[in-house]
């Protein structure tokens, strides 16, 4: 039986202890500073993580708990939207997702062929730099209080059908990298099911979710409502896994659902805590795979790579504030759209490696393509709640 | 780094989709049938197991999740306890916990040396049936309503002492085990440390923590106060687990702590939903270790060790009932509090397994030590149950 010894015990409970204070004293400062609180955590992430003190290494548990994060981040955002008003923001955010998944292919591409990479490897570069991570601007959107904005539900829309564009990139990219050829009955099957999942999951959701929730509502043991709604959603992230499709696409699908019961209201007070404490894990963990010594200059040959990757990073950018140009909404601002879609995640990082695995680019590109997902997700808090802040003002 | 693959946490994740809902279906069933909602959880863990239905299997994960579910329980109960009401207890408490190590440890020794085993053995296997567990009964005063009763606080009282005593016996039997003879010093020096942090904890925390939790109030991140509360019981259960006590103690004084706080009532409500979330995977998990098959009659020479195990099994409960006898208060029943220390749990399993990694008895002593563990923590939820409902009538 692989029980954790004693010793193994305590190191994983003393990890949670610092990731958690952590979290809450760098997303106080960072709050105290005019920032959001998630670029505290990512800070905290970096600060005690193999790159600075080294108090923190990661681990099988914590990653675990860093993804049960991320997953009731989603279900909670998720609780907090409107299932119709993000069917009507459909045909906008479609567009939205379609031009921010072009944009930086082709410039990802572009650039990898002018710095005479293979188009195998330049495929690869591209495809790393298409998938936007929703995690990081709902959550600066939620510690702004503007996930009701109109914008906002053009993000989270076009973030989920990033993600299946995403899948169809990824199913194509892994058969060429394995055949030489793209399979097209592979390719039709990776989008059938996604886009039946999301449908199934949604329709039969919503006429089910309230009988069953009905039904729950009348048990008598203690803390029925909190454990069925929470495993429901860990039921249709694991779902969406294994589809293939992230497991935070199934457990928005999940809070959007259960939005649609009697007990709503009561599952969002229920699940805020329990939030409150997993949300951060996910935040540090992000900052904890940071290797600040891939940027140091002193390296051998890091000069030619720090500006390879500084053009990545531009193109990775611009490729997203692009997509904010497919608004033709009035009076829904393009620039927040588009930088809300910078942020990339795992599913960057899932191609990265699957490049690496195929022999594509090697440890090098493999560094810079991590270090291109990883500036993305920092510089997007700062940035929105400057632009936020603007427009206020 | 240590990433779970994507299969991995597709499976973790549908493991405990699985261990949630079992353990609020089968809580339910048993509270419909008049018995408490942990008994349902422990047969839902043995339904769900290697033994049955195979569904879900241990993994470090998962016991993780599990250990943080007794944390959470324990906090919890500390949370709802009165340290001076618990004080006042004390010295009963305390003849209780001698009575109820040094009555068990006999019939065991004696047992195991009539049954002809080795006096090194025989000196495990009373060990074995030494410490309480209190985690079920905690859970079964608490469905019950009880938790303010005199026998509950005697019973937790009694339990960490008794958790004290078993550390000492612990560092008595490895240094045996390892030496062949005792270590003064180290006997000390254990003693020594575990009450000096228990005192500690307990004099310094209650000076610091109001002074402490009034100034994370004043902080304005979301989720601080939670966030905090809960790294302040992890914190304790880690230097706790460091010194060689349970986990469980740690968080145990963590709650009393902070009850003394003015933040007691909003810790409870915001602490309430996450411990039962978690609190069932810990049964759920005690459920999945038991091995039926250990049982099966068929098997070559199992009518001895059924036997010998039905007989420790009566030791192990005997010791623990004669525990009550030690109760001198007039208006405290002495059964309930006999019963209420016979649960073994992990500290039990804990000695077993030294003893079979010290080469004493081998594995079907230990399948035996096992057994009689499981056994003494299924039959106090019904036992307790009856009680308090005859008391009622």
């Not at 994060?69 to 299932?83: A, R």
């Not at 009348?218 to 959603?233: P, Q, S, W």
């Not at 022999?359 to 920092?378: D, E, I, N, Q």
Request: charged share 10%; net charge neutral; proline share 4%.
């Amino acid at each position: 039986v692989p029980s954790p010894t004693t010793h193994e015990l305590g190191v994983l409970l003393a990890t949670l202890v610092v990731v958690l204070l952590a979290a809450k004293l760098a997303g106080e400062a960072a709050e105290r500073l005019g920032q959001t609180a998630v670029l505290g955590e990512l800070l905290a992430g970096v600060l005690i993580g193999p790159s600075a003190l080294n108090l923190v290494h990661e681990s099988e548990v914590l990653h675990f708990l860093a993804e049960i994060g991320v997953i009731l981040l989603l279900f909670e955002i998720g609780l907090h939207s409107d299932l119709d008003e993000l069917i009507t923001a459909g045909v906008q955010a479609t567009a939205v997702a379609v031009v921010g998944v072009a944009a930086p292919f082709l410039l990802g591409f572009g650039l990898a062929r002018a710095w005479d990479f293979p188009t195998l490897t330049a495929v690869f570069v591209g495809a790393t730099l298409t998938a936007t991570s929703v995690g990081i601007t709902a959550r600066v959107l939620a510690d702004l209080g503007r996930l009701e904005d109109v914008s906002a539900r053009i993000i989270l829309g076009a973030a989920v059908i990033d993600d299946i564009l995403g899948l169809i990139i990824l199913a194509l990219v892994s058969g060429l990298a394995r055949t030489g050829q793209f399979s097209v009955p592979v390719l039709l099957w990776t989008l059938l099911t996604s886009v039946a999942f999301l449908a199934l999951a949604l329709v039969l959701g919503v006429r089910l979710a309230p009988w069953l929730f009905r039904w729950i509502t009348r048990m008598r043991v203690r803390g029925v409502l909190i454990v069925y709604a929470v495993a429901f959603c860990l039921m249709l992230a694991t779902i969406s896994e294994r589809l293939g499709l992230a497991t935070i696409i199934g457990a928005f699908a999940a809070g959007l659902v259960l939005a649609k019961t009697d007990e709503r209201a009561h599952i969002q007070e229920l699940l805020h805590p329990t939030a409150d404490l997993f949300v951060p894990v996910f935040f540090v963990t992000i900052g904890l795979k940071v290797q600040l010594g891939v940027f140091n200059p002193a390296q051998a040959g890091a000069g030619p790579l720090l500006l390879f990757t500084g053009l990545l990073a531009v193109a990775a950018v611009a490729g997203k504030l692009v997509s904010g140009l497919a608004i033709y909404q009035r009076g829904v601002a393009r620039l927040p759209v588009g930088v809300g879609m910078i942020p990339r995640g795992e599913v960057g990082l899932i191609f990265a490696g699957l490049g690496l695995t195929a022999g594509l680019g090697g440890p090098r590109l493999y560094a810079s393509l991590v270090a291109v997902v990883m500036l993305s997700t920092f510089i997007v808090p700062v940035w929105l709640r400057a632009l936020y802040r603007k427009e206020r003002a």
